[in-house]
């Protein structure tokens, strides 16, 4: 294997290392990106859908309350809280639907199912109490906690997609913290095969280069040729013994850079 060919495969490991490295660090990197956008992306819309689901609520119970203690009062006030009341039952609605759809956690599919339950039985009190059909001692009795089943229920969606999030929050740090460790390992093994390149191919170079020198040094010497030189470049050396050979033979194999000079 020629000098040339040696070097070359020293360059393609140290790339290999490097390219390697680079891959690693972009595939866990990526793993870890996805991660987190699937912790958004399946969780975070449920904390969004369970917040709309309360203000819907709140729209829709203020609603009511005016319709029972203050009806017929004020038509203008009274046409507001239906419009609130119709806008606060769409949100809802319309927000129970995505979370029907977006069932991620154990269990959760029960809970939903019980929201839908309790919202069924929420919404026949609040069409009886608007219409007028119910007394007010029914928005006591059988609204009010009505309501309050409702939002334990929302309420429940809540804690569990909040505390999936955390716990995929914790998975994901416990993948990064993984992430450091691997790459530290990593990283150590390929600057220990760095260093052993560097080391290895300077020595190899130097010792080859020094051997041949001294060789010819040796070979001037034996054969009483005066040879003396200012620099300590192994290279150079050989060219400088060589011209000397040149010389003493008469004869001229072609133009040899000298020392300290660059070859054309």
Known sequence: MTLKTKLASGLGFLFAIIFALCCFCSYYVGTLGQESGRILKDNYDSLVYARNMVAGLDDMGTSIANSVFNAGRDRKMSE???GRFESGRKL?????????????EIHEKEDVEELTQNYDSYLKLCLQL???SAASATYFSDFVPASQRLNQSINTIYDVNMQAVIRK?????HDSARFVWAMGAIGSICLVLALAYFWYFPVYISTTLSYLSNRMRDLLKKSGISFDTKTNDEAFVMLEAIQVLETKLGVKTGDAPTAGKKTQ
Do not use: D, R, W
């Open 80 to 82: 507001y809280y239906a």
């Open 92 to 104: 809802f609605e319309a927000n129970i639907e995505k979370e029907k759809h977006n069932i991620t």
């Open 130 to 132: 608007k219409s007028g």
């Open 169 to 173: 929050s914790q998975s994901v740090q």
